[in-house]
């Protein structure tokens, strides 16, 4: 089985190139590529994730979904591995998806933890147990099967926020799903910025709308609202 790891991104000169290293270095001989998708950063994002040996490209569409589809299309591997540029999944990443695939899942996540002390955010980690909605969201990465990503469709590249859970609500319906019981280390710097209590208002917030069937345009503007974030 080969991998294509696949990372969005947007300004993110001060992460990509220690994640590019981490998972080069332990990506071993199952990793097919990294291909790291940007949606037009103004910083040296593109030039650092070039020189650590990615396969790095614009996208023709700015926005997750899009460029994560991007990403896709230009994929060798087997399988597909969606991983943010702030999240550091284990060591072992290869060999427990691996393992997941040999015993018969499609595609799945981890669980999460943060790099906080942060005893609020310790009630989020343990909360990442749990097989809900608010788990598909792409902090803890996800892989797939290549084919089954497709047969899926992809994620709605119309769609400029909430594109994880509703792809991972719909492919799911076709592959069967597996929670990794490891964590990835997440970057804190949005409850950083903002507070626990506020992230968590914004998120049910946006979830709620989801939900409710508001348009992409009003949760965008309603999540820039209420968060200071990027």
Known sequence: MKVSVIIPVYNEAGNIGQLLSYLTRFG???????????????DQTLNIAKASGAMAVLSPQKGRAAQMNFGASLAKGDLLYFVHADTL??????????????????????????????????????????????????DQTLFIKKDLFEQAGGFDGTMKIMEEFEFCARARKRGKYKI?????????????????????KANYTIVRMYQKGASQESMVLKYKE????R
Not at 112 to 135: P, Q
């Open 226 to 229: 209420l968060l200071n974030y």
């Open 89 to 138: 999944p284990p060591e072992t990443y290869m060999t427990d998806i691996a393992n997941a695939v040999k015993n018969g899942y499609d595609m799945g996540r981890y669980l999460s933890t943060y790099d906080s002390t942060s005893w609020l955010l310790k009630l989020n980690a343990l909360l990442s147990r749990l097989d809900t909605f608010g788990g598909m969201g792409g």
């Open 180 to 200: 990794i019981t490891k964590p990835v280390l997440i970057s804190a710097r949005k409850y950083d910025t903002n507070g626990w209590f506020t992230v968590q």
């Open 28 to 42: 071993y001989d199952s990793l097919q590529e990294i291909i790291v998708c940007d949606g037009g950063s103004t």
